[in-house]
């Protein structure tokens, strides 16, 4: 996708030349002191990285991070004229807060496990035999286990998991995680410390499982991601609850950027607002902030994979969010109308791989979110209402932090898990979750396999999408209305003005390219052939 289809816009704030006056010229005394908050400031012209500290100090403010590549930087004050001030420095573009604008896993639950409610899980994980390969319908659905055979993935190419952060400890994924590359951006600034980047709210285990796990490389235990010998980097964007603040997602696409990955899985979106509506002001600069740290990780050629999101929403045509503002501590959802001026970061925003969800039988998992210019690709994200005798469950099986099984993780309306033993004794944990967020991965392990080919070395990152795209199987229109009786997981009726309905999903197009599955479904076989 090389676009937004609807009409959006942004200031264009790289290109205006402005002459900054002295400082001191901006620097009056505090109005009255309020609770410490973060604020965006944007910036450009003459004004440099160096000059947006001194700039910010002189006001009052502490710098929280500045990425002058960006032409952003964060700061903290408890000065309620900070925003004022600032904005009156030249060179300053817009100052906001940030505290009201975090971002959050795409689903009710923070793990976005897009689960039946009434499904009754194991509370217990039983454990099993070592190998759990036979499980994964998923991998045989996009010939990934055939792909193997052919090119499991290079160490060459490294994968960026932008989340919660990787268990390196398990035993499926501790061999290919790259420890000189992963680091936390939570609070904005990078850490390098494992313990720092650690998984403690399992989601980005699950996901760098789907990606790179590798059984091989544990004896025969366990289960095989998309792309088994490729490197993962743990980017720690997300925290514990599942947060994924503006200073870790700008931070976190700019060490994408500067550390020259190669492909970057990104699984969440952005709070408190569903959507971002670009004629607020606030809103508009923090859009622009979020796509000029994913643009400027896409100018260093590396290819932003993303979860189109568990709405069930035709992110084309919206007619409604009713789920905002979503924030910690929690704020009661508020029903209003997205306009054309309004998108979804990052699922919506130009250049990135959006990938929308089906379940074992190949249709549009009943959460998933679609739309025409928006949808890229499809992969399998699991449906627990499409259930197989070979496999009973529907979801997606993948890695998860041992810990979690004593943690309250696995159980009733949570997540069924898997305790799998090799016969020396070493044991591992796996999750079976659902949602466009374990969608994203299998798109993203299928692009690390194109980028391990040996002829990939003349290959840029737009002829990598495009061979994503031309190697998919085609997918043809199921009836419409799809799905009639089902809406997102997420919907709240109770929050919607009486007479206002949600339409039932149809598809549209044809089998080369329609708003369900975009160009089809990834095939990791044809992709390295």
């Known amino acids: 996708m090389s676009g937004l289809s609807r009409q959006w816009f942004a200031p264009a704030v790289f290109g205006i030349a402005l002459v900054v006056a002295p400082l001191a010229v901006a620097v009056a005394t505090p109005v009255h002191n309020v609770p410490s908050r973060n604020y965006l400031v944007l910036y450009s012209g003459s004004m440099d990285g160096q000059r947006a500290q001194a700039a910010i100090g002189a006001v009052g403010g502490s710098v929280v991070a500045v990425h002058a590549q960006l032409g952003i930087a964060f700061a903290r004050s408890g000065d309620a004229s900070f925003t004022s001030r600032m904005s009156r420095i030249p060179g300053v573009v817009r100052v906001t807060p940030t505290d009201r604008h975090v971002m959050r896993l795409p689903s009710g639950d923070r793990l976005q496990n897009a689960s039946d409610p009434s499904e009754d899980t194991p509370t217990t994980p039983e454990p099993e035999a070592g190998s759990l390969t036979a499980r994964q319908w998923d991998m045989k659905q996009i010939q990934a286990v055939d792909a193997h055979r052919v090119n499991p993935g290079s160490e060459k190419v490294l994968v960026g998991v932008l989340d919660t952060g990787i268990d390196y400890t398990h035993p499926n994924l501790a061999p290919n995680i790259d420890f000189g590359n992963s680091v936390s951006c939570v609070g904005g600034t990078p850490n390098t410390s494992p313990s720092a ?38 980017v720690k964007t997300g925290d514990i609850n599942g947060d994924f603040f503006l200073e870790a997602v700008v931070c976190a696409f700019t060490w994408a950027g500067d550390h020259r990955f190669n492909v970057t899985n990104n699984s969440y979106y952005s709070d408190p607002w569903l959507y971002h509506c670009l004629d607020d002001p606030d809103q508009n600069a923090i859009w622009v902030a979020e796509t000029r740290a994913l643009n400027y990780a896409a100018s260093k050629g590396v290819v932003n994979v993303v979860s189109a999101g568990n709405f069930n929403d035709d992110l084309a045509n919206p007619t409604f969010d009713v789920v905002s503002p979503n924030s910690t501590p929690p704020s009661p959802a508020k029903y209003r109308d997205v306009s054309e001026n309004c998108f979804v970061f990052p699922s919506m925003a130009p250049g990135v791989v959006n990938v929308s ?169 044809r992709a390295v052939s």
């Open 357 to 525: 969800s089906v379940g074992q039988t190949a249709l549009k998992s009943y959460y998933s979110s679609y739309g025409t210019g928006f949808v890229t690709v499809t992969a399998p994200g699991g449906d627990a209402r499409v259930k197989t005798t070979e496999n009973p469950d529907g979801r997606i099986l993948s890695t998860y932090p041992a810990r979690f099984q004593t943690a309250g993780k696995c159980g009733p309306t949570r997540n069924a898990c898997i305790s799998a033993c090799t016969t020396d004794g070493k044991c591992a944990l796996y999750a079976w979750l659902q949602g466009t967020s374990m969608s994203g991965p299998h798109a993203a392990g299928v692009v690390a396999l194109i980028q391990s080919r040996r002829d990939n070395g003349a290959m840029s990152s737009s002829q990598v999408i495009e061979r994503l795209k031309s190697t998919a199987t085609q997918l043809t229109c199921p009836p419409n209305p799809y799905n009639p009786t089902v809406f997102s997981p997420n919907y709240s009726a109770s929050a919607v003005p009486p007479g206002v309905e949600r339409h039932p999903a149809h598809c549209e197009g044809t089998p080369t390219y329609n708003n369900f599955y975009g160009y089809g479904l990834v095939n990791a076989l």
């Open 197 to 234: 980047w650690n998984d403690d709210n399992g989601h980005g285990t699950h996901v760098a499982g789907t990606i790179a796990a590798s059984s091989e490389h544990a004896d025969g235990l366990g289960i095989d991601g998309v792309a088994p010998g490729v490197r993962v980097a743990a």
